[in-house]
Each structure stands twice: as structure tokens, then as C-alpha cells.
């Protein structure tokens, strides 16, 4: 029997083990069902040796699988073809690059990786070859909506402007791009929607063209997956051509891949004077970032804007289920019971005399201090790699209450409309 087919038939197996005992058990002691369930799935898979080998920066990871199968934490780029050579399954992050190299010859039949890009793993050769492999789409969505809340804020406080008004072009309209959507127009902007897929998909009423995009939006914001071939090809997307299509004075938010814009032509628009400022947390050939085109920015960040710990957990719970899946693990709907609670959960504002737009951005301010990011990155621009790993805590708005004093009904329906509870 080849191993391929020998795996296949072991998943089946514990699969029909456990729906078995699950109802033979169930009829007689719903509670000790539960408990032999697990036990039973452990007895197996500890016989057939399941191997996972696991990026050591997955948080909230480790202890979860040990019980199920040999775990082996690794940095991500330390993943190599001979430490994965007898592992079952890959659980990643974006430093690993799961190429035909990689894993060629190997045992390896699932891969998850706890971000929303997949562009780090060759689906077709993984397709081709019979290996499942799982991504999480939409669990730092919040995050990055968080993350633009607190550029666009700064920006506005700062250039001494309100962004009630402002015409926002969003390229990329999935889970991210959509949480944008909606801060935006909770901030009263004019919201211009560009994702060619989705236009196809659902008709043309609601998106408009790319080149509307930059020439008409006061801040063009990216969210789309880094594409390199293909009709929605985002690689270059914003190469000088399109770059010197943005309206005077724009302002371009890049939240997506940094191979989405040209980095020689942003440095020379920025350098002519005709792009506002840019707020970028993704570059081209990361870690090794172009320093030049740092020093032109206005916000500079190590690719954190989805570093959340809310998005963190989400993520990490999206590739333990679907591992528990794959491999029939009593695992189903697991999330981290060990999500640190916010060092200051409760924020008291005064809104007696104070725009709505200045009270949203005092609340989110408690949540999300962009300028230390920026100011690390300024700093240490070497430490790329270690700032990503060893980031900070931050929870989401959905982990504050406001106790609001003053204040218009609007903004009250404002900051719920975002996530925070108001009382």
C-alpha cells in the first residue's frame, strides 16, 4: 500500500471510529462520550505517529496538538525540505515559502497557514500533487481596519483637516477592503469601491475602474492579494504609468503586498512632489526594505497592520480547526481560552465641546498608538524581522468599553458602529 494511500485510509479510519463510538456512547453517557472521543482519537494517532512541524511564532499554539501528534516549532525560514521530510502537516506563517523545492519528495499532505494571503504557498504544484492546503481568509480584517482608522486619524489631526468629505478609493474589496468600507463611511467619506473579481461576480453597480480610483480619490488605500499572472494580476499594480494617474496631492495607503507598487516609481513620485504622503506597512524584498523610500513617508510600519492579538488568535484558531478536520482531531471549534485582556479596558472621554471626529480618534488612539510602530521602524530598521515577532500586545476595539460624557447621539452610533461598547 503507498503511503499515500495508507494516510487516506488512517483518516477515514479515525473518522469512522469516532462516529461510531460517538453514537454508540452518546445513547448510554453523553459525558463520558465526550471524554473517550478524545482518548480515543490520542490512542490513534499517537500509533500512527502523526508529525506537525510548526512555525514557532503561531501564538497561542503551543500545548494544543501535543496531545494528537510530535510537534516541531521552527522559526519560518528555518523550515527546510530535511526537517519537514516525515512531517504529516505544515502549519506556517508568510516566511515560508512552500514551493515545489520545498516540498517536493516530502510526506507532507496538509498545509495551513494562519494569515489571509496564500501567495507564499504554490497551490498549483499543491493541487497537482494531492496536498490540502487551508489559509484564513478574514481573521486580521478588524485589525487592519484598526490599523487605517488610526493612519487616516493621525493624518487628518496632524494636516489639520477632517476627514468628513474625503473621497477614500478602496482597491481590493474582500474581508479587509470591506472592514475599510465600513470605517470609512462611518467617518463620513465618500467611499469609491475597486475589485475587478467582484464587479464580474456581481455586476459593475457598485465598483468603479482603477484608473476613477486614482484620479479622483483624496486617499487611495490597497487590499488585494499579491497575483503575479493572471486577468487580476495586482504585481506592479501601481507602476509609475498608474502612479502618475493619482489626483494632486492624493495620499496612498499600502496595506496589501509591498510587490503591489513599484518601489523605484513611489520613490520618484514622492520625490517630484506630487503624491501627498504615503503610509506604507508592506515594502518590496522584506525584511531587506528600501530605506530611501522609508525616509519619504509620512507613517512607516514592519508589515504589523494585521498583528492584532484578536487577528493572531483568529488565525491560529482557523488552523487548528481545519487541521482538526483534515485529520478527524477532537478539536472542532477550538479557540485560545488565554487572549490577554487590554492593560486598560475602560476609557473615560469628555466629549463636552469636541467634534465627533476628534472623540473617534481619542478612542481609538487608547487602542492602537500608530506612531510607536513608526517611530521603531525609523529607528531600527535592521530589526524588521524581530519587531514582527516580537510584537507588542493589541486588542481591537471590541475589547474596550467607552463611558462617554457629552457627545452627539451620531457619534455614540459611531463608536458602536466600530465595535467599541459605549455606556
Not at 44 to 50: T, V
Not at 108 to 120: K, L, P, S
Not at 306 to 319: E, L, P, Q
Not at 388 to 417: C, D, P, Q, S
Amino acid at each position: 500500500m503507498s503511503e499515500a494511500i495508507r494516510k487516506e485510509y488512517n483518516n477515514g479510519y479515525i473518522k469512522f471510529c469516532n462516529s461510531v463510538f460517538a453514537l454508540f456512547l452518546f445513547a448510554f453517557n453523553p459525558t463520558f462520550s465526550l471524554f473517550f472521543l478524545k482518548f480515543l482519537t490520542f490512542t490513534i494517532n499517537s500509533a500512527l505517529n502523526m508529525k506537525i512541524v510548526a512555525d514557532d511564532k503561531i501564538p497561542f499554539l503551543k500545548g494544543v496538538l501535543e496531545p494528537y501528534a510530535e510537534v516541531t516549532y521552527l522559526p519560518g525560514k528555518a523550515i527546510t525540505r530535511k526537517n519537514i521530510s516525515n512531517a504529516d502537516a505544515l502549519l506556517i506563517r508568510t516566511r515560508t515559502k512552500c514551493t515545489e523545492e520545498l516540498l517536493r519528495g516530502t510526506k507532507v499532505r496538509f498545509i495551513a497557514t494562519a494569515t489571509i494571503g496564500f501567495d507564499h504557498i504554490d497551490t498549483q504544484f499543491c493541487e497537482k500533487t494531492g496536498i490540502t492546503w487551508k489559509n484564513a481568509p478574514g481573521c486580521n480584517s478588524s485589525s487592519v481596519q484598526q490599523y487605517v482608522a488610526a493612519a487616516l486619524l493621525k493624518m487628518a489631526s496632524e494636516f489639520r483637516f477632517s476627514l468628513k468629505g474625503k473621497t477614500i478609493g478602496i482597491v481590493g474589496v474582500g474581508n479587509v477592503g470591506s472592514k475599510v468600507e465600513k470605517l470609512a463611511r462611518i467617518l463620513g467619506m465618500n467611499v469609491l469601491l475597486n475589485d475587478p473579481p467582484r464587479a464580474r461576480a456581481e455586476g459593475e453597480k457598485n465598483f468603479v475602474n482603477l484608473i476613477k480610483i486614482l484620479t479622483e480619490s483624496d486617499i487611495v488605500t490597497l487590499h488585494v492579494p499579491l497575483n503575479i499572472v493572471g486577468e487580476d494580476s495586482t504585481w506592479h499594480l501601481l507602476n509609475e504609468k498608474n502612479l502618475k494617474k493619482l489626483k494632486k496631492g492624493a495620499w496612498l495607503f499600502n496595506i496589501s503586498r509591498g510587490e503591489v507598487v513599484e518601489t523605484s516609481a513611489l520613490k520618484k513620485i514622492l520625490t517630484a512632489g506630487k503624491l501627498g504622503r504615503a503610509v506604507l506597512d508592506v515594502w518590496e524584498n522584506e525584511p531587506d526594505i528600501d530605506l530611501e523610500l522609508m525616509s519619504k513617508t509620512f507613517l512607516s510600519t514592519p508589515h504589523i497592520a494585521g498583528y492584532s492579538t484578536d487577528g493572531k488568535a483568529n488565525g491560529t484558531s482557523m488552523v487548528v480547526n481545519s487541521l482538526s478536520e483534515y485529520f478527524g482531531l477532537p478539536l472542532k471549534d477550538w479557540y485560545p481560552e488565554d487572549v490577554p485582556a487590554p492593560d486598560h479596558p475602560v476609557l473615560s472621554i469628555d466629549g463636552i465641546g469636541k467634534t465627533d471626529e476628534d472623540i473617534i480618534r481619542q478612542a481609538v488612539n487608547h487602542t492602537y498608538n500608530i506612531e510607536v510602530d513608526n517611530i521603531n521602524l525609523r529607528f531600527s530598521p535592521s530589526d524588521f524581522e524581530k519587531q514582527r515577532g516580537e510584537y507588542r500586545m493589541r486588542r481591537e476595539f471590541t475589547a474596550y468599553t467607552i463611558r462617554l460624557n457629552g457627545g452627539t447621539k451620531k457619534v455614540l452610533r459611531m463608536l458602536e458602529g466600530l465595535g467599541f461598547k459605549v455606556v
